[in-house]
């Protein structure tokens, strides 16, 4: 184990090697701040990387992750990170992705007691609540699965637009797009869900801030 953690150090003096290999400046060019036009809210899982599976160096896109890539309304975490890059940073697209594989997904359409997170995993059980006529009727239990993982994006997307943080951007005329994709570990892909949102016209009155 302590092998395994020196190597991680030593892997970072590698990596610092190479990218001043490829542009002596690079560090210093981070080191000025940065201006992402990206917030990217993702899961924890480990198998997926944001900067990574996307092609995107460093300083390029602001990361959220949680288990299941959900966006709770009380979750003050979230709503900091979100407030950070609509008002300061200013980005320009929000994207929620989602992976097929998900556990807490998984996790919540069973009964199981897990622990602290069964608390957590509640919120995505709502989910499942709400589209339970659509997902009962899908016979093959992976492609359950898979289309549940898909609405929950569709979700916390929506959840996204409700904000006032995002309600308040849009009524000041910011250009922000609200977008939602589903990563496959299997192939490495990205499933764009071609849920784009840029104003509140799609939500339902009730959730219409009067700002």
Not at 81 to 102: R, S, T, W
Not at 124 to 134: F, G, L, P, S, T
Not at 157 to 167: D, F, G, P, R
Request: glycine fraction near 6%; charged fraction near 20%.
């Amino acid at each position: 184990m302590e092998t395994y953690y020196k190597n991680l150090l030593e892997n970072n003096k590698k990596w610092v090697a190479e990218k001043l290999a490829l542009d002596p400046d690079f560090f210093n060019k981070l080191a000025q701040g940065q201006k992402p036009p990206v917030l990217w809210i993702g899961c924890s899982d480990s198998r997926v990387p944001a900067n990574e599976i996307i092609g995107a160096p460093p300083g390029e896109v602001f990361v959220h992750r949680n288990i299941a890539n959900m966006v709770v309304h009380s979750d003050m975490n979230l709503l900091s990170v979100l407030d950070y890059a609509v008002n300061v940073l200013e980005v320009k697209h929000i994207i929620v992705c989602g992976h097929y594989g998900c556990g807490g997904v998984q996790t919540a359409m069973s009964n199981s007691h897990v622990g602290l997170i069964d608390n957590w995993i509640r919120h995505i059980k709502d989910v499942y609540r709400m589209n339970y006529n659509e997902l009962q009727v899908i016979e093959d239990s992976k492609d359950r699965v898979n289309r549940f993982i898909e609405l929950n994006v569709f979700e916390q997307v929506c959840n996204l637009a409700k904000t006032s943080i995002v309600q308040a951007a849009w009524e000041r005329k910011a250009d922000l797009h609200l977008h939602g994709w589903v990563y496959d570990v299997a192939d490495g892909l990205i499933k764009d869900l071609n849920v784009n949102l840029a104003d509140n016209s799609s939500l339902q009155e009730v959730y219409k801030l009067d700002l």
